[in-house]
């Protein structure tokens, strides 16, 4: 008859389940460091939320407008501007002793908010053409609007798309 071999000391379910309950548990040091100071304190990692922190450096820093920093585990300066990134952050911290999450305060727009956005209007659609039409203006000449109020609506996305050349040409076109 086959005989297990005696279960070792500790061996057993998986511990994977407890684990995760004492991280929902567990806490973790704050510190956010700007305008030549410091804060800290400690939090349930669970209930960390961009939001309050957020709240902690309005409170604290009076600064209106900021961004937040932290070193990854690559010693990458990585922004946080969301509680999954957030939490990503909190889950690095939770892995070292002790769980220090340390925020860097930045004053001013985070990069990405700083980048100019898209134009809010879109292109004219290009107006369907005879085949044996040529076009006129050459290759980077825009498409002849369907009707004068499309010409004026999309006028200020052709003159912040167009070179300048396309562009003193399609000006001085007579309408």
Do not use: C
């Not at 305008?35 to 309050?52: G, I, P």
């Amino acid at each position: 008859e086959p005989r297990e071999p005696p279960e070792k000391e500790g061996s057993g379910p998986d511990p994977a389940p407890e684990q995760e309950s004492q991280n929902k548990m567990a806490t973790v040091i704050v510190k956010i460091s700007g305008n030549n100071q410091t804060r800290r304190w400690t939090a349930r990692a669970d209930h960390l939320t961009f939001a309050s922190i957020q709240k902690r450096v309005a409170d604290n820093f009076q600064t209106p407008k900021f961004y937040l920093t932290y070193k990854d585990d690559e010693d990458d300066d990585i922004n946080v501007s969301t509680d999954e990134e957030l939490q990503e952050a909190v889950s690095l911290a939770l892995k070292t002793e002790p769980a220090v999450l340390r925020l860097k305060l930045v004053e001013g727009l985070s990069p990405a908010a700083a980048r100019p956005s898209p134009p809010t209007t879109s292109p004219p659609p290009a107006a369907p053409s005879a085949p044996d039409a040529a076009p006129q203006g050459g290759a980077n000449a825009p498409p002849a609007p369907a009707e004068p109020s499309q010409s004026r609506q999309s006028e200020s996305w052709w003159v912040s798309h167009m070179p300048s050349h396309t562009l003193k040409r399609r000006l001085s076109v007579p309408s």
